[in-house]
């Protein structure tokens, strides 16, 4: 799914306008960034959460020669999806 397909979605199935439901997609995506960038954890209850984790400094290769290189740590964000989630994918058609 796009975000387009997103917006369709949000907007057909709150029974709004694309555009309100564009804002309010825009908005989610801003709030959950804005609070990832300062450290914080976006928890929504039986969805799932978003945090940022911190990835190991590394040494990889480049696939075309071969040659080792480092990869420097970085600040990755992470996604564990909740029970109700998990539940509602694999339950049984």
Known sequence: ???AELVEAVAKSANISKGAAEKAVAAF??????????GDRVTLVGFGSFEVSNRQARTGR???????????????????????LKDAISAKK
């Open 29 to 38: 995506i801003d709030s959950v960034s804005g609070a990832l960038k300062k």
């Open 62 to 84: 480049n696939p075309q020669t071969g040659k080792e290189i480092k990869i420097a740590e970085a600040k990755v964000p992470k996604f564990r999806p909740g029970k109700a």
């Open 1 to 3: 799914m796009t975000k």
